[in-house]
């Protein structure tokens, strides 16, 4: 019998997953660990409607030591909403990679995907992933076509010192409790434009089972012209439940740390955390604007921007797919930018549904990736 199990994971199973994603960060010139404190699976929550976990299990030890997620959600394909799958959070312990587990794993997904919920699924791997780039696209026997989708760029805007509000020929406000009928109803018809835009509802905004579990009213700005709803952006902060830290930087920005931190100070800039410090951001969600309308999108990004200034946060991280026409209002902010690739995964059965996409831009909510 084999030392090593796939299974589908429990709430019994949440300290184990949680142990894992925090000992494999993610490697770079900065190597950040995700971490999902308190709860993985309270976490999980933004991750989609239905989800399963696929855990491998060491049979000495009994722990979980690597899994990978399988969520569903309704999603906007070609103009109207169906399942549609994502693959995410695939983690090993490092000890137990390069012992011909992948296959194994894929081969229980593939599975969990005779229950034909969806035809394909939506996955990201980051640019500095080599491995994950070369093992997972490699076209392996058993594992799913990988195919291109383009890129995600994740704009990081830095919050500093409060600036003076910015001046706009635009009425935007925050949200309130009676805007929540018209929010969700602008979103599901202006949503539907992008590839692959979630379908909201309004239970999707209260409490911590939502798919925005976290956002407050208040922190959605709404754009209007006369009198009528033209655009979203919120600023959501996640750190209740879903953290990022700093595990350690590269060799030569680990010796200039220290000087880059005196200049950030001196020009009021954020600083860069010391290894085991939570990195403080604000996710942009909802960057939804009717007709592409770029002054709109500028209005709401800098209002997001001048609110959250001041604040405890270091930066405003906004992301959108490279072909988005609403991307180069970003440009001029002259911030780092975050490279992710977006791919289709399917097997067979959904080679059809893959080539009958239109060309509607992709939309990814960042803070559920």
Sequence with gaps: MSRYRFELATPADDA????????????????????????WFDAAVVDGRWRQVIACRDLETGRVFGFGCRSIGERC??????????????????????IGLVARGYAFMKQLHQDRRVPFYLTTIAEDNTVALQVLTSGRAGLPTYQPTGSYHTVALPLGQRRAAPATGHTIRPARDEDLPALVAFLNRVGPRRQFFPKYEENDFRGVAGLLRGLKLEDILLAQCGGQ????LAAWDQHGFRQSVVHGYSDWLHVFRP??????????????PAPGEALRYL????????NDDRDV????????????????WSHLLVGLHEADPLLPVLRR???????????????????????????????????SL
């Excluded at 494999?24 to 660990?33: C, F, K, L, Q």
């Excluded at 709803?229 to 979203?232: A, D, F, K, R």
């Excluded at 000087?259 to 600083?271: F, I, Q, T």
């Design 283 to 290: 996710t942009a969600a909802l960057p939804v604007v009717a």
């Design 229 to 232: 709803l033209v655009g979203t």
């Design 259 to 272: 000087v880059y931190n005196v200049w950030s100070r001196l020009r009021g800039r954020a600083e860069l």
């Design 77 to 98: 394909v070609n103009g109207k909403v169906q399942d549609v799958g994502y693959l995410s959070s695939l983690r090993v312990l490092p000890e137990y990679r390069n």
């Design 333 to 367: 902010y002259r911030a780092p930018r975050y490279t992710t690739h977006l791919y289709l995964a399917n097997w067979d059965d959904g080679r059809d549904a893959v080539a009958a996409l239109d060309g509607r831009v992709p939309y990814l909510e960042l803070g």
């Design 297 to 312: 999108f500028a209005a709401l990004v800098d209002a997001a921007w001048w609110r959250a200034g001041g604040g405890p």
């Design 16 to 39: 184990d997953l949680r142990q894992v994603m925090a000992a494999t960060p993610m490697e770079g010139r900065i190597r950040i660990g995700f971490r999902r404190e308190p709860s």
